[in-house]
């Protein structure tokens, strides 16, 4: 293994990190050792194993050296002889947590791991191997239904495969960004604490206990890919990132929109970094760039279908002043800063009415919301409708690198220099041009002082360096994108906007000298070919099969009978998984997380009727009587139930701080942990609604209250950001249309010429229209017409020709 192997010595090595165990047991105890990369370090950890209903754990506060650390193991030896002595368990690298289910306690054990990456030298690993073990002599013996219920438990978890998409690192926090990581000085505690730290429940009785993290691993799923590629005979790194949240976490059908705490279903932090291939003892120059998808914040829901591919969309009005809505924009404003970009990819116009019921009320949301805020504070919409430009890849991607390179000017990018020795604790900081009590990452601070105390930090650290140190740059808000799923489409949305974003990173890095990437390049099949792997990944986690990929696929030239018969079968494989294997998964993640936690004398998780009962184990004895079997509904929110009549949502059942609200205090995201970004750094393009999209005036994206053309003259007026009363419900079917390659090749002004030559992930929509499947002679009619159009389908009708 790579970091094992002496390469990174003396980068990711520090004392206060414990990277490899021994456990050891006897009859009455556990003793796990744990030493530092440099075998400098020992500390012991005991496990009382006696008491099978409680979890005892206690931290020698001793630092050992290696020879008093064996001295110490033989002293155990010795004294616990008549019992068995001392016996050699595991090696492992960490601890996953801790379980408990209707038995006595077992213990999760990384056994196995595997380097993935790393960044500035900062080791990433996968895990390759875990173990469970028991932690009493003898397991409790329970009567015949527990034992057997304690068995379906465990093998319930067992299915959370720990080995594919869990990622962690020992002295890099990846569950935050690198400009977070940068610019705040945490505790190891708080970082456990993030929304991408799926272990936090297992591990949260011994961190509480002992008050430190030094035995336990901080687990993030997502998607973790790192590749060396080369512009201009110059060689960079490349890391993409997803972190999916925990929060309302799940599956396609059982997780939809949002719960009433404001967290969406399908959260995923996308960051893209890139950084210079130089020797571990150099400076090198690093840019991070962050967007995110998650599902339309809404409450609606779909109910799975064993007989019907599309169901339909059910839209709940039990919020109708929009306060979950409210919630998670707020929760996006305080990670990320201001603005919030919004892109919306559904579908604008239906010969049965679905994802369009939704584009109308999401635009409803925003423009409530956007009427308490202040115009520079107000949400930036933008509907698309991508499945209807999709048959032209080249054109799609074109316009998608629009939106890219206008949220990027808003946004920005993260870009520092660092050095190996300028870290504390093993940690990354800014040391090397700005002190970290400088860095603005407190709770509030004046932003402009700020600034102004960056300047002056950097101006003296250009003294006493070099004149080729540059001023850091800063990513404040955030570009969020979404579909019906958050997976396909929004796949081929966030490569545009990667591919974009990437020439302005080799730009900061001074590799390229303009921030335009040429479609051509083979940069951009490289890219195209990470963010398709992603797409795979992250749609197979929440929707079972790997993503549509049409349109990287077009860009490839693949053949298109081919690539028709490729998402023909992904479209089987999806409702296959959707209607048979999502409420197990469900249920295994409901588990994992701690959202259920098994009592007895209470339901079992799988004699309950759906996902949303998971609370049982939270609410105490009283949550159930005789009949709350038979009331079970599906809820859409973590922790309550609805009830046959939705009851509205009002104000007194949420509380928010108002982040979006005009006079809303200092943030605690991206714009909190940094200054706002230089203006010398962003040239912000205003172009009007005709300048941007000059061929859409035959069907215009902007109207006023009368349904007449807005007179645009600022791009921030095609999105819902002006007013509250623009983008009646009845206009939606108006967007984008009228796409001439021509035109947008004369109008593509941003930074770069989107190259769909990547071998990505390509999307549509997800399902293929009868046209598409009109040539596959091999099945009936009915069943062309059930997989393109969902209608109901009977096992008679289920017959290939």
């Excluded at 048979?580 to 079992?604: C, R, T, V």
């Excluded at 623009?726 to 770069?752: H, Q």
């Amino acid at each position: 293994m790579a970091g094992e192997n002496g390469t990174d010595a003396g980068l990711d090595s520090n004392p206060s990190y414990l990277q490899k165990f021994r456990l050891y047991e006897t009859r009455s105890n556990f003793y796990m050792i744990g030493r530092d990369k440099n075998r400098t370090l020992w500390r012991v950890l005991k496990i009382d194993r006696l008491d099978p209903s409680e979890l005892t754990v206690v931290e020698d506060s001793t630092a050992y050296s290696e020879i008093e650390c064996s001295d110490l193991l033989r002293r155990i030896h010795e004294g616990n002889r008549p019992s068995g002595g001392l016996k050699f368990v595991t090696a492992c690298y960490g601890i996953i947590g801790f379980v408990k289910f209707l038995g006595s306690y077992s213990m999760m054990l990384i056994t196995k791991r595997k380097k993935i990456g790393a960044i500035c030298g900062h080791t990433i690993y996968s895990i390759s191997k875990r173990e469970m073990i028991p932690i009493p002599k003898s397991p409790i013996q329970s009567n015949m239904a527990y034992s057997k219920n304690e068995k379906r438990y465990k093998k319930l978890l067992s299915t959370v495969d720990l080995t594919k998409d869990f990622f962690f690192s020992y002295t890099y926090n990846v569950m935050h960004s690198l400009q977070r990581n940068l610019c705040r000085d945490e505790t190891g505690l708080v970082h456990y604490e993030s929304m991408f730290v799926w272990n936090e429940f297992l591990t949260r009785g011994i961190r509480n206990t002992l008050g430190n993290t030094l035995w336990t691993v901080a687990l993030v799923y997502g998607f973790f890919k790192q590749v060396k590629l080369s512009v201009s005979g110059k060689n960079f790194f490349l890391t993409l990132i997803a972190r999916r949240s925990r929060h309302y976490a799940g599956t396609r059908y059982l997780k939809r929109g949002v719960n009433e705490k404001g967290r969406v279903a399908n959260d995923v932090e996308t960051e893209q970094i890139v950084f210079e291939d130089v020797h571990e003892v150099c400076r090198s120059q690093i840019s991070s760039v962050v967007q995110n998808r998650g599902s339309i914040p809404l409450f609606w829901s779909q109910e799975t279908s064993r007989l019907n591919l599309k169901p339909d969309i059910i839209l709940s009005k039990k919020d109708p002043i929009y306060e979950a809505t409210r919630l998670h924009f707020e929760n996006l404003v305080m990670r990320y800063g201001n603005p919030i970009i919004i892109l919306n990819l559904i579908k604008r116009s239906e010969k049965k009415p679905r994802e369009t019921i939704l584009r109308a009320e999401f635009a409803k949301a925003i423009r409530f919301i956007n009427k308490s805020l202040s115009k520079e504070n107000r949400l930036r919409f933008l509907h698309w409708d991508l499945n209807r430009h999709s048959r032209k890849a080249t054109n799609a991607l074109e316009l998608l690198g629009r939106v890219a390179d206008y949220a990027l000017n808003l946004t920005g990018i993260f870009y520092c220099q660092v050095t190996p020795n300028c870290r504390q604790d093993g940690l990354l900081t800014l040391s090397c041009l700005v002190q970290n009590d400088e860095c603005p990452a407190k709770s509030s601070y004046d932003k402009t002082d700020d600034i102004e105390k960056l300047d002056t930090d950097v101006a003296n650290d250009n003294e006493n360096f070099s004149e080729t140190v540059k001023p850091p740059m800063f990513q404040t808000g955030v570009l969020r994108t979404n579909c019906i799923d958050c997976l396909d489409r929004t796949n081929v949305a966030q490569y545009a906007y990667g591919l974009v974003a990437l020439g302005r990173q080799l730009r900061a890095i001074g590799f390229t000298e303009s921030q335009t990437i040429d479609q051509n390049s083979p940069l951009t099949e490289d890219l195209m070919a990470v963010y398709e792997t992603m797409g795979d990944t992250l749609a197979l986690q929440y929707g079972g099969s790997a993503a549509h990929n049409k349109i990287f696929c077009q860009r490839r030239g693949q053949w298109k009978a081919a690539t028709q018969s490729q998402e023909f079968f992904k479209t089987l494989q999806r409702y296959y998984s959707n209607a048979y294997m999502d409420a197990e998964k469900q249920s295994a993640i409901n588990l994992f997380l701690g959202h259920f936690q098994p009592q007895q004398g209470k339901p079992a998780l799988w004699e309950l009727d759906s996902d949303q009962h998971y609370c049982v184990g939270r609410h105490g004895p009283n949550l159930f009587n005789e009949n709350a079997r038979s009331s079970f509904r599906r809820s859409l929110s973590d922790g309550n139930f609805v009830s046959e009549t939705d009851s509205s949502l009002g104000a007194s059942n949420v509380g928010h701080c108002d982040l979006l609200s005009e006079n809303r205090g200092a943030l605690h995201g991206f714009s909190e942990s940094t200054p706002a970004i230089p203006t010398s750094e962003i040239s912000y393009s205003r172009m009007s609604c005709r300048q941007l999209f000059r061929d859409m005036e035959e069907d215009p994206v902007c109207y006023d209250e009368n349904d007449n053309d807005c007179n645009c003259t600022n791009f921030d007026l095609e999105w819902l950001s002006s007013s509250g009363n623009s983008f009646d419900e009845d206009i939606f079917n108006r967007s984008m249309t009228g796409l001439s390659s021509d035109n947008i090749g004369a109008e593509l002004n941003v930074g770069m010429t989107t190259s769909p030559s990547e071998s990505g992930s390509s999307i549509k929509g997800g399902y293929r229209t009868a046209s598409e499947l009109s040539n596959m002679d091999e099945f009936s009619e009915s069943f062309v017409n059930w997989v393109t159009h969902g209608d109901m389908l009977t096992p008679l009708y289920f017959t290939s020709k």
